[in-house]
């Protein structure tokens, strides 16, 4: 089975963690900005990141490729069969996918993409905007439902955590984290799921990648 794309991407991270929890190997393979080949034209129409092969089987969208996964492989079970804590499970992913990322995007896309990536012009602003009005009102959602567990559904490791913990992962890349002063409980939600052998092996290598072409750069290098 092979995933396409880059892990720097929270959603490709999504997929090869997930595979990583149910013991699968997923193969990565790199895609987007042009690379890719056929299989990943025809597994991803409009080019997006992440997509999947599975023989003769071609999808993308990370939500559509976990919830195949699911499917296939229902044990261990990571998207759970009772019908609130599934709901919940779904609803973390779409927190992830679409707020956290909204926030995420804007600063990761400014701060280390466009300048170092794509060689262009970034706007600072927009990164200084996400980190200090999008960015906290999120982790004040978080500290507040974060269980004691450390697990945000069932008290284990479900697509919740595995989604919500994957823009975190590519944030801290650029240094950017929870406060632990101001959200201690959600700092040291994301650093334990991080330290997860799924998670961490992937982020060494991101985290090489993001520091061998430059690092982040902010408003402040740009002066």
């Known amino acids: 089975m ?7 991407s929270p959603y490709v991270r999504k997929c090869m963690v ?9 193969e990565l393979q790199p895609a987007g900005l042009g690379r ?13 990141i992440p997509a999947f092969k599975d023989g003769d089987f071609l999808i ?3 939500s559509a490729i976990v919830a195949y996964l699911e499917a296939k492989y229902p044990e261990p079970n990571l998207i759970p069969l009772e019908p609130r804590a599934r709901a919940r499970t779904i609803w973390y992913d779409e927190l992830a996918d679409t707020m956290i990322m909204a926030a995420g995007a804007a ?13 262009q012009e970034c706007d600072h602003d927009a990164a200084d905007c996400a ?10 959602y978080l500290e507040n439902v974060i269980p004691a567990s450390g697990f945000l559904v069932e008290d284990r490791i479900t697509l919740a955590d595995i989604a919500v913990a994957s823009p975190f992962a590519t944030l801290g890349c650029i240094g950017v984290k929870a406060d632990p002063n101001r959200h201690p409980r959600t700092a040291a939600y994301a650093a334990a799921i991080l330290a997860r052998p799924s998670f961490a092996a992937i982020i060494d290598k991101d985290q090489a ?12 290098q740009a002066a």
């Not at 890719?36 to 997006?48: H, M, R, V």
């Open 60 to 62: 993308s969208d990370s």
């Open 131 to 140: 980190e200090r009005d999008l960015l906290p009102p999120l982790f004040d």
């Open 36 to 48: 890719g080949g056929p299989d990943f034209q025809a597994a991803s129409p409009f080019s997006k």
């Open 2 to 8: 092979i995933v396409f794309g880059s892990t720097l």
């Open 18 to 26: 997930f595979g990583a929890e149910k013991g699968l190997e997923l």
């Open 209 to 220: 990648l993001v520091t061998a072409m430059g690092g982040p750069v902010t408003a402040q």
């Open 107 to 119: 600063i990761f896309g400014n701060r280390f993409v466009r300048p170092r990536v794509l060689k």
